[in-house]
């Protein structure tokens, strides 16, 4: 077993560590508006993690360089759907997602005791 | 078996939890399961090639990327409006 392989496991645990993490918040958490936090280390840090891993197993590949590509598109993908994910359930629970626009008031439902963004009140 | 296959395994799992919130959650709870398993499936992808040296399977990730940014944006607007 060389350095290398070493660090490319390490690298894959800590990734496998954030999908698992991520995957069990989105379970046990209680609306949208929280499920929606446990996306973004997914999204975000884990595919870097797998990147930095296939870049030390490899090293400057046409392999690499097609991984991060891709992973370049998760990475833009994840901050831009959670943005629309919150600003469309709001819409959906308020009309619009701008603050005391639309709606009685300008808290989240799932603050008030409510079920958040559950698909009920539409516009 | 080395390390990439077995975490492609191992991220496998996590889809379980999300196929659990699609199956039971909200419609909105079901779209942000939708995205993170999105995120899990092109990883593992990724890790499945890398893991058995098939090189001219990086495509398919590459692709499923793509189309996965434009689809989970297109069933965004739709949640937001008429559905």
């Known amino acids: 077993m060389t350095a290398r392989t070493v660090v490319a496991d390490i690298l894959l645990g800590l990734a496998v560590a954030l999908v698992l993490g991520s995957s069990v918040g989105v379970l046990v958490m209680r609306d949208v508006y929280q499920k929606i936090h446990f996306v973004t280390p997914a999204a975000l840090v884990a595919p870097l993690a797998v990147g930095l891993a296939v870049l030390v197993q490899s090293g400057a590949t046409i392999v690499t360089a097609q991984t991060w590509l891709t992973l370049l598109f998760v990475v833009i993908a994840g901050p831009v759907l959670a943005h629309a994910t919150i600003r469309a359930a709001r819409i959906r629970e308020k009309g619009d997602w701008r603050s005391g626009r639309g709606g009685a008031s300008s808290q989240p439902s799932s603050r008030r005791g409510g079920s958040g963004a559950s698909g009920g009140s539409q516009s | ?83």
Not at chain 2, 64 to 79: D, I, M
């Open chain 2, 1 to 83: 078996m080395n390390g990439f296959v077995i975490a492609a395994i191992a991220m496998l799992l996590g889809v379980i939890p999300c196929g659990i919130v699609v199956c039971r959650g909200t419609v909105m709870e079901a779209l942000v399961a939708y995205e993170l398993i999105s995120a899990i499936v092109v990883m593992v992808l990724i890790l499945l090639p890398e893991g058995f040296r098939r090189s001219g399977e990086f495509e398919l990730p590459l692709l499923l990327a793509v189309l996965l940014f434009g689809s989970g944006l297109v069933f965004v607007r739709f949640l937001e409006r008429w559905l």
